[in-house]
């Protein structure tokens, strides 16, 4: 629970044990779906999937990760590699 005008903040730890944490997602269609973790950024386009769970990446440190039904515009790609240039304090 998050108390009354406090920031809503998660974090994700992986244990190194198969978790298999999921997000149920709609049919998908050209879609991009992308992540940040200690290694960069990784962006993947183009992806067609039916609907249902898709499991989250496992890297050792998931700072972000999200699913786009389109692609994505030049300006979110570069915002995405922004943030993980200043996650390394760059």
């Known amino acids: ?12 730890a ?5 978790d298999r ?7 998908l269609s050209g879609a991009t779906e992308f992540w940040t973790g200690e ?17 989250f990446p496992a890297p050792a440190r998931l700072y ?3 699913v786009v039904n ?3 515009t030049g300006a979110e790609t570069d ?6 240039i200043n996650l390394r304090g760059e």
């Open 1 to 12: 629970m998050i108390e009354p005008g406090q920031p809503d903040i998660w974090h994700l």
């Open 14 to 18: 992986h244990d190194q044990v198969d």
């Open 21 to 27: 944490l999921t997000v149920d997602l709609p049919e």
């Open 39 to 55: 290694n960069g950024v990784v962006i993947s386009t183009g992806i067609d999937a039916a609907a249902g769970l898709r499991d």
């Open 64 to 66: 972000a990760y999200g």
């Open 70 to 72: 389109r692609t994505l």
């Open 79 to 84: 915002l995405l590699t922004g943030y993980q």
